[in-house]
């Protein structure tokens, strides 16, 4: 099984919108709904930020939204924040009962 | 307090076996499900498996089955990563998280685990 793909990188400046898409295949992604997105920052452990393709779990900002269209999900951080800067990473459930974590994608806040 | 708090940094050689843990607390161990998640050094994460502590059901990515062995401990409320020959390769972070449904988000995350394979 093949990691689910980001972009490598990404980067906004102070107060803009950024996105982050996942993109697997009608297997993991577009088969489920269960699609979560994790921020982790250097030496720390992952943070869920976004569960089921779009639940905020309570804590994280509302500027954190998820969506997803087809086989493709979308991380969106808007009013972008100097803290937001960070590696973040999708996942899914599949069809073979397990998981499959993206590749990763490290926003850098100008 | 909900926490997953994972074993101490290991230093091993190749060959050797290895155990380390993951504690949970301040839930209901048996209905929840425990990933283990590696991140080597530099890299992505990397879902190796999961497991229910309610009824033992296990599985595991096909790039780590017959690599590791996942098991829990219901009475002391923790779950297991066990090597019994490690490799060079074997070094890296370990995550343990756990999710409501084995498909569901990882809500909560263990602090990890550093893994050294060198001789």
């Known amino acids: 099984q093949s990691a689910l793909t980001q972009p490598a990188s990404v980067s906004g400046s102070p107060g803009q919108s950024i996105t982050i898409s996942c993109t697997g295949t009608s297997s993991d992604v577009g088969g489920y709904n269960y699609v979560s997105w994790y921020q982790q920052h250097p030496g720390k452990a992952p943070k869920l930020m976004i569960g089921e393709v779009s639940n905020r779990p309570s804590g994280v900002p509302d500027r954190f939204s998820g969506s997803k269209s087809g086989n493709t999900a979308s991380l969106t951080i808007s009013g972008l924040q100097a803290e937001d800067e960070a590696d973040y990473y999708c996942?899914?459930?599949?069809?073979?009962?397990?998981?499959?974590f993206g590749g990763g994608t490290k926003l850098t806040v100008l | 307090e909900v926490q997953l708090v994972q074993s101490g940094a290991e230093v091993k050689k190749p060959g050797e076996s290895l155990k380390i843990s993951c504690e949970g607390s301040g839930y209901s161990f048996t209905s929840y499900w425990i990933a283990w998640v590696r991140q080597m050094p530099g890299k992505g994460l990397e879902w190796m498996g999961i497991?229910?502590?309610?009824?033992?059901?296990?599985r595991y990515s096909p790039s780590f089955q017959g690599q590791v062995t996942i098991s829990a401990d219901k009475s002391i409320s923790t779950a297991y990563l066990q090597w019994s020959s490690l490799k060079a390769s074997d070094t890296a972070m370990y995550y343990c998280a756990r999710s409501t449904y084995v498909g569901s988000a990882f809500d909560i995350w263990g602090q990890g685990t550093m893994v050294t394979v060198s001789s």
């Open positions: 497991f229910y502590p309610g009824n033992s059901n296990t």
């Open positions: 996942t899914s459930y599949t069809s073979s009962g397990g998981r499959l």
